[in-house]
């Protein structure tokens, strides 16, 4: 899963853990990337799949490309996609020190925290504030912005 990636030997680095969908890729999302690399010293993303999202409407854009966009980030050390079964299953890999959750992500942050120390996965969470405003800073916003201008 992480085959490409390969750490300096002998680093004892503070990984960062981020996670989501990233359906049409932003500057909020840039943001929070980037946030959540000042955590520590490796972002590693997890990308939702297609199946796995079911809070809000499907992707517009396919998860592979989700994928290959957010890897591109200069923020981002290695970014992958997450299990259709088991969400915690990449972490087994992964081992984050820190999980960082965007401001509007749907998680409680002891509730994690709990379920992660349960699974023999100790890492602290940590939710990134909104602090950059911006027009189109939510892809429901441009979504909205583009049918306004175009549909």
């Not at 989501?20 to 929070?32: K, N, R």
């Not at 199946?51 to 809000?56: D, G, L």
């Not at 981002?76 to 299990?83: R, T």
Request: some cysteine; overall charge neutral.
């Amino acid at each position: 899963m992480l085959a490409g990636y390969y750490p300096s030997p002998g680093d004892l680095l503070t990984r960062v853990l981020a996670t989501g969908t990233f359906d049409i890729l932003h500057p909020g999302h840039v943001y929070f990337l980037a946030q959540a690399k000042a955590l520590g010293d490796e972002l590693f993303v997890i990308i939702a799949r297609d199946s796995n999202v079911t809070h809000k409407p499907k992707p517009v854009i396919p998860e592979e490309q989700r994928l290959e966009m957010v890897d591109a980030l200069k923020a981002v050390n290695k970014a992958i996609l997450g299990s259709e079964k088991d969400m915690f299953e990449p972490l087994r890999e992964i081992k984050p020190d820190i999980i960082a959750l965007g401001y509007d992500q749907r998680f409680d942050t002891e509730i994690l925290e709990k379920e992660l120390t349960k699974r023999g996965l100790p890492a602290k969470v940590v939710r990134i504030p909104l602090s950059k405003e911006c027009p189109l800073c939510s892809t429901g916003t441009i979504i909205k912005e583009v049918l306004k201008r175009y549909g």
